[in-house]
């Protein structure tokens, strides 16, 4: 792969190991190289995974891979540099899959800012990213 380079609002196809590929949104800058992703899950009603603090639905300007009602799954949350994010690309994927519009990145992240399931440090960075206390 050529050099990768990451811009908040991208999302990737990523392997992590599991049964099925995640989708990952990268939605605030850790350091000068390393980004905070969110994973986005689909809603299945009656599910304990569920979180209702940030919501995707099917929408114009969201992205067509958003089919059904989905969720941020922050108990998901990485973080990864382009060099450790281009190692878990799955093959032949669009780099980025796709891209959140800036309205839509801006809704994300200030949802975000609410996650109970988010570890402290990420929730953190957004918060100093964000100039939010």
Not at 54 to 73: D, E, T, V, Y
Not at 87 to 115: C, F, G
């Given at each position: 792969?050529?050099?990768l380079?990451?811009?908040?609002?991208?999302?990737?196809?990523?392997?992590?190991?599991?049964?099925?590929?995640?989708?990952?949104?990268?939605?605030?800058?850790?350091?000068?190289?390393?980004?905070?992703?969110?994973?986005?899950?689909?809603?299945?009603?009656?599910?304990?995974?569920?979180?209702?603090?940030?919501?995707?639905?099917?929408?114009?300007?969201?992205?067509?891979?958003?089919?059904?009602?989905?969720?941020?799954?922050?108990?998901?949350?990485?973080?990864?540099?382009?060099?450790?994010?281009?190692?878990?690309?799955?093959?032949?994927?669009?780099?980025?899959?796709?891209?959140?519009?800036?309205?839509?990145?801006?809704?994300?992240?200030?949802?975000?800012?609410?996650?109970?399931?988010?570890?402290k440090?990420?929730?953190?960075?957004?918060?100093?990213?964000?100039?939010?206390?």
């Open positions: 792969m050529a050099d380079s990451i811009n908040l609002g991208d999302i990737f196809l990523l392997d992590t190991g599991g049964q099925k590929n995640h989708w990952y949104i990268a939605i605030a800058p850790l350091s000068s190289d390393e980004f905070l992703f969110i994973n986005i899950s689909t809603w299945y009603e009656g599910s304990s995974d569920n979180d209702g603090t940030c919501i995707l639905k099917p929408a114009a300007r969201m992205p067509g891979f958003i089919n059904r009602k989905s969720f941020l799954a922050y108990k998901f949350a990485r973080s990864y540099t382009a060099e450790q994010l281009e190692k878990l690309i799955v093959p032949n994927s669009d780099i980025p899959y796709d891209t959140l519009e800036p309205q839509i990145l801006r809704r994300v992240q200030r949802e975000s800012l609410n996650a109970r399931n988010l570890k440090k990420y929730l953190n960075a957004l918060r100093a990213y964000l100039g939010v206390s």
